[in-house]
């Protein structure tokens, strides 16, 4: 009997169809069932001696919720014997009932079962536990995940331990993973947690890398990856990140018809084993950013979203310094701007924040004047040191690529066919706000526009950072942003913004109902009861 490893995860819903991802333990067939007679079936595929299914299923009926199970050659195997949760659902939102949307970032593994959690209660632990106490009542349509779903870079004591006993930990990469098998341990440490592994299963998923997916501070400059390039380790890291991500979390992202139409999917699967194709996909695209799209586009009834790669589409050429190439750039316009009147609220879920707390935002414009030899060769390599020690690689140390975002919003804002919200969704920074940005010349868009940062899931952040990110909000630190903003002779930003709310720190999550044009936002934190404790609620627009 083939066992289930890994998942179900339920990612992709859309018309009457959805997908359903597991790992199995050897090649079978992999099947969904639901309560309602919709079904689907799959083979597995091979990767690095792994075996895993997307499964899609289809007949589904939009606007109702109907239990399923997975069977894996015949043999029943979800929900398991004794699980102590309700069943799975899988419920397709209905056109013209709104979504519910709930997002955040930076989820660092669980420890083991009755063990000591070191950055206190998990964000989605606690959502799991409120819909299993509550099956028929108020739940996300779907979850987005911001970035860094396990830290390469960051393992726990049990994944060291468990690193230590396959290899000596004195060598590089130390306590940090160096290839794909090493990558699958802490998919399972992550995805194996019970709450989470049922709240996985019955509610729809998007995601996206950060850097911590691969390693911190992923491609912050062109110096930076000549420097990991030349390790010999790198590639391996690397290539395996990559080839994890397209499994685990990039194959869920895209629709049944995408993936029909993948060569790389389609030549993984036919294959015996297709470990050699994706790695040339990971290869491609570490030579070139340009090669393979990561980002993607999903709409739920009248509501868009966008989900950008901001890590791995960065041109890192100091005089070329862009966080999207030019095809990403395009691609991310083209749709923006297409069909606007067909969509109320438009969702740009990057990984990075696109307002920073002034001070923040400043310091890294500043930086990045002084890495492009703006102030001579000396003051750049005081700034490429500065850059890689306080992580100074956000929208705003990309300037040029900071103000396109603000003249597409401003574009996609403005007009009779405008959305009634344009929301920028982001993560990493370890503490949750609200900005709302206006527009220097101009009266600036009709859409109401906001910045909503939500993070982290399950982390925690130094006592001095908190008090940092708090005092970047403050009038004193607006006037020293404006000196560093002098020294570096930075271009002025086509938007000024204000902080609307926050900051909050704690694990925690951000949760927005979009019906027609009203939007609502609420901020819930974890609390080491287990609940979810409501921080902030506010009405975006009506």
Not at 24 to 29: D, E, M, Q, Y
Not at 408 to 427: F, K, M, R
Not at 433 to 462: F, K, M
């Amino acid at each position: 009997m083939a066992e289930l490893r890994l998942g179900p995860l339920l990612r992709y819903i859309g018309g009457s169809s959805a997908t359903v991802w597991v790992e199995a333990g050897r090649p079978c067939t992999a099947e969904v069932r639901c309560a309602d007679g919709a079904s689907g079936t799959a083979r597995t595929f091979q990767i690095c001696g792994h075996h895993y299914a997307l499964v899609p299923v289809t007949g589904l009926t939009p606007g109702a919720a109907t239990a399923y199970e997975v069977f894996l050659d015949g043999a029943r195997v979800w929900p398991a014997p004794d699980s102590r949760f309700p069943p799975s659902v899988i419920r397709v939102p209905a056109d013209d009932e709104g979504v519910r949307v709930s997002f955040g970032s930076c989820r660092w593994a669980a420890p083991a079962a009755g063990g000591d959690d070191p950055v206190g209660p998990d964000a989605l632990d606690a959502l799991a536990q409120r819909i299993a106490a509550d099956p028929d009542g108020e739940r996300p349509d779907v979850l987005l995940l911001l970035g860094d779903q396990v830290y390469a870079d960051e393992v726990s004591d049990a994944t060291r331990r468990w690193l230590a006993a396959r290899r000596d930990l004195s060598e590089p990469p130390g306590s940090e993973v160096a290839d794909y098998e090493e990558y699958t341990r802490l998919y399972y440490e992550s995805w194996l947690d019970p709450e989470v592994r049922w709240l996985l299963s019955t509610v729809p998923t998007c995601m996206i890398f950060d850097d911590h997916d691969v390693i911190d501070d992923w491609n912050t400059s062109a110096a930076w990856l000549d420097d990991m390039r030349a390790t010999p380790w790198w590639r391996e890291r690397l290539l395996s990140g990559l080839m994890s991500y397209w499994v685990h979390q990039h194959l869920g992202n895209v629709s049944p018809d995408e993936l029909a139409a993948d060569p790389v999917y389609a030549a993984v699967r036919e294959l015996p084993d297709g470990t050699d194709e994706l790695r040339a996909h990971a290869c491609r695209a570490d030579a070139d950013a340009a090669a393979v799209r990561w980002s993607y586009r999903r709409d739920f009834g009248r509501v868009r979203l966008l989900m950008v790669d901001s890590r791995a589409a960065r041109v890192l050429e100091e005089e070329k310094r862009a966080m999207l190439d030019p095809g990403e750039a395009e691609w991310l316009r083209e749709q923006v701007l297409d069909a606007r009147e067909a969509y109320d609220h438009l969702l740009i879920g990057t990984s990075l924040p696109w307002l920073l707390p002034h001070l923040v935002h400043d310091a890294e414009a500043w930086n990045a004047a002084l890495c492009r030899g703006d102030r001579g060769a000396r003051w750049a390599r005081f700034g490429e040191d500065l850059r890689r020690k306080a992580d100074l690689e956000h929208w705003a140390a990309f300037p040029e690529s900071f103000a396109a975002l603000a003249e597409l919003i401003a574009e996609v804002g403005s007009g009779a066919d405008a959305p009634a919200t344009v929301l920028v969704l982001s993560g990493d920074v370890h503490h949750a706000y609200v900005a709302e940005p206006t527009w220097v010349t101009g009266a600036g868009p009709d859409a109401r526009v906001l910045q909503l940062t939500c993070s982290p899931v399950h982390n925690a952040i130094p006592r001095a950072m908190r008090f940092g990110f708090r005092f970047g909000w403050s009038a004193v630190a607006r006037a020293l942003g404006r000196r560093f903003a002098r020294h570096g002779r930075c271009a002025p930003t086509p938007v000024k913004w204000r902080k609307k709310g926050g900051p909050w720190f704690g694990n925690q999550l951000m949760y927005l109902a979009l019906h027609g044009r009203s939007a609502r936002l609420r901020l819930e934190q974890a609390r080491v009861d287990g609940e979810l404790t409501l921080v902030e609620e506010s009405v975006l627009s009506e």
